[in-house]
């Protein structure tokens, strides 16, 4: 578990929750090897905590949400890193280059006054953490449902899909433990670290895939794309590699996305007709936070009433990778109706794909 963290409900408010939520992510950020990251948002709480001034961090300060569940810092590091990215702030090479000895308040004071007007969008909406590696967790998940004896055939919906690149999973190769699945070579290849025993070998099929977003990413626009490299960590350079597979293979054929909340997409899509002989699964990774409770519960109730109707030939999954809050790791629990209702930790993953334990783990992040 990644030390000073404070543990505290995500969806807290008040005096002393923005502080908290910095400095939990700068934590969260160091545990997960992501140094610059977390000098970014170390420089950000200081600026804070020092009382500059500028519109951005007013806002900041004044947070009305809950900015653990809102993801308060990274919005603001994505703006940070969109302005390196595009060379138009200089100074922040210091932090970027992790060049030791630096003033890093004195550089992120900077370029939040300099640049004022380009950073206030970026606190208007949450982070869009689309992650390609996220997508070997999915696929073990099938696995381990076809092991149960569900159908090997999956129609996959997604909920936040941001740009789709989930979507396209069954254009990627998984080395999941030794057990390989998908073409061969692959747009992208996948062999996180495992740890525990590999997961069970069958031959699966995905008949569809489709997913929503309150705000779908077009991987083909330049500027969309940016915004999406911007919210990349700059340590993690293999994932900067993926984004550029993934854009070559959306402008070859685009995933299937729509722009719709989660849970009107559920809603509708579970009130569609179901293939015989096709395990029907709802997927999300990272963003069941994002979610409003009302939509959560809507969710909710729509697999629930739709698992009652469940049939050994046409049976509903649900898998979702996503943080525990109380543990500070990931875990990809999953429920499937008829049979397995409760949930079950199949997987504890890194969130970004580097390593999965099979059955839960004791690696924590």
């Keep these: 578990m990644a030390e000073n963290y404070q543990f505290i409900d995500i969806n807290a408010t008040g005096p002393g929750i923005i502080a908290a939520a910095f400095d939990n992510q700068v934590a969260y950020c ?9 000098r970014i948002c170390a420089a950000l709480r200081d600026l804070i905590e020092a009382g500059e001034g500028g519109a951005v961090l007013d806002r900041v300060r004044n947070w009305s949400g809950p900015p653990l569940a809102d993801a308060l810092p990274l919005r603001l590091a994505g703006g940070l890193h969109a302005l390196h990215l595009k060379g138009t702030q200089p100074s922040l090479g210091c932090i970027y280059n992790d060049t030791q000895g630096a003033d890093d308040a004195q550089i992120v004071a900077s370029a939040l006054h300099t640049h004022e007007t380009e950073l206030l969008p970026w606190l208007d909406s949450p982070p869009q953490t689309n992650e390609a590696g996220r997508s070997a967790n999915f ?6 449902l076809a092991d149960k004896g569900l159908p090997a055939r999956f129609e996959c919906l997604e909920i936040g899909s941001s740009a789709g690149i989930n979507l396209m999973l069954d254009r990627y190769h998984y080395n999941l433990g030794g057990t390989e699945v998908g073409p061969d070579p692959g747009a992208m290849r996948f062999k996180p670290e495992w740890q525990g025993d590999a997961p069970p070998r069958h031959a699966i099929e995905l ?47 685009p995933p299937d996305l729509v722009q719709m909340n989660a849970a009107d997409f559920i809603e509708a899509e579970l009130a ?26 809507r969710v909710t109730a729509a697999m629930e009433a739709a698992g009652a109707r469940a049939t050994p030939d046409q049976p509903l999954a649900w898998v979702a990778l996503e943080a525990n809050r109380v543990l500070h790791i990931h875990e990809m629990v999953v429920r499937y109706w008829p049979g397995g209702e409760a949930g079950v930790v199949v997987t504890r993953a890194h969130p970004h794909g580097a390593w ?4 839960g783990s004791d690696r924590m992040i």
């Design 30 to 38: 160091t545990a997960s090897g992501a140094t610059v990251t977390a």
């Design 139 to 144: 696929i073990a998940a099938m696995l381990w």
């Design 207 to 253: 008949t569809s895939t489709k997913g929503c977003d309150v705000a779908p990413v077009d991987l083909t626009d330049p500027d969309e794309a940016l915004r999406l490299r911007a919210y990349i960590w700059p340590e993690h350079t293999v994932r900067f590699e993926r984004m550029e597979a993934a854009i070559a293979e959306a402008k070859k054929r």
């Design 272 to 297: 569609k007709p179901q293939t015989p002989g096709t395990t029907r699964m709802l997927m999300h990774s990272i963003v069941w936070q994002y979610v409003p409770e009302e939509q959560q519960a």
């Design 356 to 359: 999965i334990g099979w059955g």
